[in-house]
């Protein structure tokens, strides 16, 4: 069978993704990306070089994202740069499960920070996902939902 890819949902679904994951956005772009900048600004008495770190972290975070992901009948491939999981079999998949907003927020958007659990820089806390494997676990939010459901139920 082949490749499908699915790409991830970046923009909130409803009025509740926009209260929540927009103050959430930009608290968490404010402590991993600008607090950082500044404080390195200050400390070299510099603002080219404190908004040059600006740049160079949040370039850093975007490495971790993942851009889509790619379904075979060998298992899910997520496409980004670094960080892990790249690739997860079928054997090594535990569960793949919809979770609810209140859990995506805790244990994908807010804690911990760094690795993201969360792994778009999705602004929808709506159906999301969660892949688990034998060591962790990571969220995902298909474009579309019930064609993510179809392809992952066909392969495995």
Not at 38 to 64: E, P, Q
Not at 132 to 147: A, K, L, M, Q
Request: overall charge neutral; hydrophobic content about 45%; glycine content about 6%.
């Amino acid at each position: 069978m082949e490749e499908i890819v699915i790409k991830p949902r970046i923009l909130p679904r409803d009025i509740i993704d926009i209260l929540i994951g927009l103050p959430i956005g930009l608290f968490v772009i404010c402590l991993l990306n600008v607090l950082p900048a500044v404080i390195i600004g200050l400390l070299t008495k510099n603002i080219l070089i404190g908004c040059f770190s600006y740049f160079v972290l949040y370039g850093f975070f975007v490495s971790f994202s993942v851009w889509k992901i790619k379904v075979d009948q060998h298992g899910i491939k997520f496409v980004r740069l670094i960080g892990t999981p790249k690739f997860l079999e079928w054997k090594d998949i535990v569960k793949i499960e919809k979770v609810e907003r209140r859990e995506l927020v805790t244990h994908g958007w807010l804690w911990p920070l760094f690795p993201p659990r969360e792994i778009t820089w999705s602004l929808s806390a709506l159906n999301h996902y969660r892949i688990e494997w034998s060591d962790g676990y990571c969220y995902y939010p298909p474009s579309n939902p019930e064609n993510f459901e179809n392809v992952i139920n066909e392969m495995r």
